[in-house]
């Protein structure tokens, strides 16, 4: 004899007739049931908000702290209370048959597996938080990975409760899904598309939330702050924030500095305009003055060296030197930038160091410098790289050249 058979007698015996007391014991009986449900799950509760708690914050370790928080233990508790009306429905009211129950009957399903993705969500965001926290994982792009997690738990767990309610297995809902999966690839498509980007680019190793990138077609040009599903956030270097949607980073191109910051070197490719007119041959009088410079004394007095011996080789008379070989004030200038940027302590002469001219024009012959600065950081980098050609400008002369620059109402003047 079932619990609700026993009430039934009790109340007919009441004096009550037998579809009132029929009513009135379901109602007594699941009044009982909801009373007892949140019984259990005030003591669950209890057990994990204090003494697994309490057990948690005893470890030495810190990633159980995040994982077993509080809002991961409150969702874990609910559950309780629908599994225990979802197991004692069917027993105490086995033999009774009643739309009311078995709706009462699903909607318990649905509640457990309501709590159940919420529990599952709430973990997935303390497992994000404890890999975030970690050093090595900081860069990557781990926002996105838990929004396409989130995704598809929650895309799943609708298909399962809609089918719960209806009374069918979830396969036969998603057989008839396939008849409108264009339809969902139409309104999921930044979604679907934002799944794909954000595993290519993980993949691929092409972003991570800290690089520096560069998109001027679409006004970016600054650090990567965040990562998500379906926007990468730059903060550009006048604070403001450009969102770039992820396939775009993929079917697009853009440009990564982090290539450079990782190689410890910062690139200067800049020239200065030499008038040609001032070019000339250098006399003994120019090279005893240049030997002075102490960058310069060694260089000047190999190279005389080596053309003395190619003109006497030759047998070109010195004095003359009609077709010798000569040093020019260009050639020594070329040498001293060379030796100067060599011993500059903020230069880094590990990597290419490299003085050159480029294709004379009508404003003169550009003579380019090719180095990298020992830093990568933006500041110290422009003020290393005015400072060499503030450097460069004021040496100019003294190698009895002139910087070409257009006429203004000066040199007019003058």
Same mark, same amino acid.
């Given at each position: 004899m079932t619990?609700?058979?026993?009430?039934?007698?009790?109340? #007919?015996?009441?004096?009550?007739?037998?579809?009132k007391?029929?009513?009135? %014991?379901?109602?007594?009986?699941?009044?009982?049931?909801?009373?007892i449900?949140?019984?259990? =799950?005030f003591?669950?509760?209890? !057990?994990?908000?204090?003494?697994v708690?309490a057990?948690v914050?005893?470890t030495?370790v810190?990633?159980? %702290?995040?994982l077993f928080?509080?809002?991961v233990?409150?969702?874990?508790?609910?559950?309780?209370?629908?599994?225990?009306?979802? *197991?004692?429905?069917?027993?105490?009211?086995?033999?009774?048959?009643?739309?009311?129950?078995?709706l009462?009957?699903?909607?318990?399903?649905?509640? #457990?597996?309501?709590?159940f993705?919420?529990?599952?969500?709430? *973990?997935?965001?303390?497992?994000?938080t404890?890999?975030n926290?970690k050093?090595?994982?900081?860069?990557?792009?781990?926002?996105?990975?838990?929004?396409?997690a989130?995704?598809?738990l &929650?895309?799943?767990?609708g298909? @399962? #409760?809609?089918? $719960?309610?209806l009374?069918?297995?979830p396969?036969? *809902?998603?057989?008839?899904l396939?008849?409108?999966?264009?339809?969902?690839m139409?309104?999921?498509?930044?979604?679907?598309?934002? @799944?794909?980007?954000?595993?290519?680019?993980s993949?691929?190793?092409m972003l991570?939330?800290?690089?520096?990138?560069a998109m001027?077609?679409?006004?970016? =040009?600054?650090t990567v !702050?965040?990562?998500?599903l379906?926007?990468?956030?730059?903060r550009? &270097?006048?604070n403001?924030?450009? $969102?770039?949607?992820?396939?775009l980073?993929?079917?697009d191109?853009?440009?990564n500095?982090r290539?450079?910051q990782?190689s410890?070197?910062?690139?200067v490719?800049?020239?200065?305009?030499?008038?040609m007119n001032?070019v000339?041959f250098?006399?003994?009088e120019?090279?005893d003055?240049?030997?002075?410079?102490?960058l310069?004394?060694?260089?000047?007095d190999q190279?005389?060296?080596?053309i003395?011996?190619?003109?006497?080789?030759?047998?070109?008379?010195?004095?003359v030197? @009609?077709?010798?070989?000569r040093?020019?004030?260009?050639?020594?200038?070329r040498a001293?930038l060379?030796?100067?940027?060599?011993n500059?302590?903020?230069?880094?002469?590990?990597?290419?160091?490299?003085?050159?001219?480029l294709?004379?024009? %009508?404003?003169?012959?550009?003579?380019?410098?090719?180095f990298f600065?020992? $830093? $990568?950081? &933006?500041?110290?980098y422009?003020?290393?790289?005015?400072? @060499?050609?503030?450097? *460069?400008?004021?040496?100019?002369?003294?190698? =009895?050249?002139?910087?070409?620059?257009?006429?203004t109402?000066? %040199?007019?003047?003058q």
């Amino acid at each position: 004899m079932t619990l609700f058979e026993l009430i039934d007698r009790w109340l #007919i015996a009441c004096g009550l007739s037998a579809s009132k007391a029929d009513q009135l %014991d379901q109602f007594i009986l699941f009044a009982l049931l909801l009373l007892i449900a949140f019984g259990v =799950d005030f003591i669950c509760r209890f !057990i994990l908000l204090h003494i697994v708690s309490a057990l948690v914050k005893r470890t030495r370790v810190t990633w159980d %702290d995040i994982l077993f928080d509080r809002s991961v233990l409150i969702r874990l508790s609910r559950m309780v209370a629908p599994l225990v009306l979802s *197991l004692t429905i069917p027993m105490a009211f086995a033999g009774v048959e009643s739309f009311g129950l078995l709706l009462i009957s699903r909607l318990c399903n649905v509640l #457990i597996l309501i709590t159940f993705l919420n529990f599952i969500n709430a *973990l997935l965001k303390a497992i994000y938080t404890v890999y975030n926290s970690k050093e090595q994982f900081r860069d990557r792009p781990l926002k996105g990975l838990l929004q396409t997690a989130q995704v598809a738990l &929650w895309f799943i767990g609708g298909i @399962v #409760i809609i089918a $719960t309610l209806l009374g069918k297995s979830p396969l036969s *809902l998603l057989a008839g899904l396939g008849a409108s999966a264009a339809i969902l690839m139409l309104v999921f498509k930044d979604s679907i598309m934002g @799944v794909v980007s954000g595993v290519q680019l993980s993949a691929n190793d092409m972003l991570k939330v800290g690089d520096w990138i560069a998109m001027p077609k679409y006004g970016a =040009d600054g650090t990567v !702050i965040e990562v998500t599903l379906n926007t990468v956030k730059v903060r550009n &270097w006048d604070n403001t924030i450009t $969102t770039i949607p992820p396939y775009l980073l993929v079917s697009d191109s853009f440009q990564n500095w982090r290539g450079m910051q990782e190689s410890g070197g910062r690139r200067v490719k800049r020239s200065v305009n030499i008038d040609m007119n001032s070019v000339r041959f250098c006399t003994p009088e120019m090279l005893d003055k240049y030997r002075k410079i102490k960058l310069l004394a060694d260089y000047i007095d190999q190279t005389e060296k080596v053309i003395k011996d190619y003109n006497k080789a030759q047998q070109i008379d010195n004095s003359v030197l @009609v077709n010798g070989r000569r040093q020019t004030n260009l050639g020594v200038f070329r040498a001293y930038l060379n030796a100067y940027l060599h011993n500059l302590p903020t230069v880094n002469d590990e990597m290419t160091i490299l003085v050159r001219h480029l294709q004379p024009t %009508d404003h003169g012959i550009p003579v380019e410098l090719y180095f990298f600065t020992r $830093t $990568t950081d &933006w500041a110290p980098y422009e003020q290393i790289q005015a400072d @060499v050609f503030d450097h *460069l400008l004021a040496i100019v002369p003294e190698f =009895d050249l002139r910087v070409f620059q257009s006429p203004t109402g000066a %040199d007019f003047r003058q």
